[in-house]
Antibody, heavy 122, light 106 residues
Framework: QVQLHQWGAGLLKPSETLSLTCDVS????????WTWIRQPPGKGLEWIGE???????FYNPSFRGRVSTSVDTSKNQFSLRMSFVTAADTAMYYC????????????????WGQGALVTVSS | SFELSQPLSVSVALGQTATITCGAS??????VHWYQQKPGQAPVLVIY???NRPSGIPERFSGSNSGNTATLTISGAQPGDEADYHC?????????FGPGTQVTVL
């Protein structure tokens, strides 16, 4: 059974770069597609982007230009980087596995990391 | 693009049925998924592709989707069902989440 464990810097200053990593255990990072989702305090979930098993990535347009994702097959992990963070990026960040079906028109998230709280404050 | 609407909160008496809705124009033409999120925890998938329950999810959780409304039903609500519930669908190249519904079991 796939499990995800994530970590990364918790406190950032405005304009710094957020960096989070998600470790995959019980499976191979090359076998699935992976995603990042965040949740500001007291608010709903917001999808950030996805990196596929073929290492192609696509992102929520609201983050375009600030976000990148990558996969490290040697470490069996995937990562998120978000540049020029502001207080609005303060949130709990989750990594998750993507399940895709019906020719890519259905995607949902069946396994989640425990979450990493990122706070942006000067 | 889709914008999903959910009631802010739903209350249900212990052992009764809770109904949580997720609304959008013609949402019934697509596939909706539901996540349960307890305080301080990561979301857990409870319904996928409108009606399917992952392994380990109790049978009292069921889903439907038709017209302009997708519905998550909890039959015989238990204290452990108190949580936020989020609906989600995939809109071309983006995942869209509803704002979430807080369910209270009285």
């Amino acid at each position: 059974q796939v499990q995800l464990h994530q970590w990364g810097a918790g406190l950032l200053k405005p304009s710094e770069t957020l960096s989070l990593t998600c470790d995959v255990s019980g499976g191979s990072v090359s076998d699935d597609d992976w995603t990042w989702i965040r949740q500001p305090p007291g608010k709903g979930l917001e999808w950030i982007g996805e990196i596929s098993r073929g290492a192609s990535a696509f992102y929520n347009p609201s983050f375009r230009g600030r976000v990148s994702t990558s996969v490290d097959t040697s470490k069996n992990q995937f990562s998120l980087r978000m540049s020029f963070v502001t207080a609005a990026d303060t949130a709990m960040y989750y990594c998750a596995r993507v399940i895709t079906s019906y020719g890519l028109i259905i995607k949902y998230f069946d396994t989640w990391g425990q979450g990493a709280l990122v706070t942006v404050s000067s | 693009s889709f914008e999903l609407s959910q009631p802010l909160s739903v209350s249900v008496a212990l052992g009764q049925t809770a109904t949580i809705t997720c609304g959008a124009s013609r949402i019934g033409n697509g596939f909706v998924h539901w996540y349960q999120q307890k305080p301080g925890q990561a979301p857990v998938l409870v319904i996928y592709r409108n009606v399917n329950r992952p392994s380990g999810i109790p049978e009292r959780f069921s889903g439907s989707n038709s017209g302009n409304t997708a519905t998550l039903t909890i039959s015989g609500a238990q204290p452990g069902d108190e949580a936020d519930y989020h609906c989600q669908l995939w809109d071309r190249t983006t995942a869209v989440f509803g704002p979430g519904t807080q369910v209270t079991v009285l």
